[in-house]
């Protein structure tokens, strides 16, 4: 293909074929959920000599027993235990104690001061963002990305669907890096509840400039530019907040706050002009506006002299 990212850029023609459980691994089932995956574990399975604890296959002797070693035998066997500072579960001994190095060694950038668990990982900081590194732009929507592997997840979000599931609550996701970082929020508070996954409310097109256009499937509205436009909109379609006095519902528990003082007629608004009181803050900003303009506009003039003189 002459460069990585035109492979990449090619591989991507295939992403019909994944989601693909793979058939001849019997010792554990595999889902391939990439084409680049898929197409590196075929390969695999065409080489001659098989491992004989798991489906592996190699090339030559010598592979296959560095593999035993690494991930069946002695510190490569599986970890029985996990991280007891984090909960984490290692795959190995060996996998487990270079994870406790993380918890242990901080390293820092000397020009933005930012703190990295591994000298790796400060290198990779400062050639992304201190030096000159690689670029490499999407040719769907010109975004620009500064390894292969970050170009790789982001062309996902173009030609896939989101195929990794979390298992404790409704979330998908486009990667597998994207569902481990969520599940450690799970982790970290048990009482994490998720927002709402609007994503099989709208559809996601492509204007003529290129663009990103958003349409809601249940009324075919559209917007363009933030995400959060179309979502703001779809969920006004979901009035799930009930009023416990009434048979009203609502999108927002903010909208039922202000609907409430319909059943319990409290006055908590009250103007700082006068002894008048309200019901809505609404209402009071109104009445300020048509009774006490010119006090509003003297106590506007202090502020302003106040911060000035600060």
């Excluded at 990585?4 to 019909?16: E, P």
């Excluded at 790796?120 to 999407?138: A, D, T």
Aim: charged share 25%; with cysteine; proline share 3%.
């Amino acid at each position: 293909m002459g460069t990585a990212k035109a492979l990449s850029d090619h591989l991507s023609v295939h992403s019909g074929l994944v989601p693909q459980s793979c058939t001849e691994c019997v010792t554990e089932p595999i889902v391939l959920r990439d084409v680049r995956t898929l197409n590196s574990h075929r390969r695999m399975h065409s080489q001659p000599i098989k491992c004989e604890y798991c489906d592996r296959r190699y090339g030559d002797y010598h592979g296959r027993d560095e593999h035993v070693r690494l991930y069946h035998l002695g510190e490569g066997a599986p970890c029985p235990s996990p991280c007891q500072q984090c909960g984490k579960i290692c795959k190995s001994v060996a996998a487990l104690k270079s994870h406790m190095r993380n918890h242990k060694q901080d390293v820092r950038c000397d020009q933005c001061g930012k703190v990295f668990h591994k000298q790796h990982k400060l290198q990779e900081h400062v050639k992304w963002f201190h030096g000159q590194s690689e670029r490499h732009q999407c040719s769907i929507c010109n975004k620009v990305l500064h390894t292969l592997a970050s170009y790789n997840s982001h062309l996902k979000q173009h030609n896939e669907d989101k195929n990794y599931s979390c298992d404790l609550c409704p979330l998908k996701f486009y990667t597998a890096a994207n569902l481990r970082t969520h599940k450690r929020v799970h982790q970290k508070n048990a009482n994490y509840k998720p927002k709402k996954d609007w994503t099989g409310h709208y559809t996601v097109t492509r204007a003529a400039d290129g663009s990103k256009m958003y349409s809601c499937n249940l009324c075919g509205k559209t917007a363009t530019g933030y995400i959060n436009t179309i979502i703001s909109h779809v969920r006004l379609h979901f009035k799930e907040v009930r009023c416990d006095q009434c048979d009203l519902k609502f999108t927002f528990v903010n909208q039922l706050k202000a609907h409430y003082v319909v059943h319990t007629r409290e006055r908590n608004f009250k103007c700082n002009y006068c002894e008048k009181d309200f019901m809505y803050d609404s209402h009071m900003r109104h009445h300020i506006k048509q009774a006490h303009p010119a006090e509003r506009e003297a106590e506007r003039a202090a502020a302003a002299a106040r911060k000035k003189l600060a």
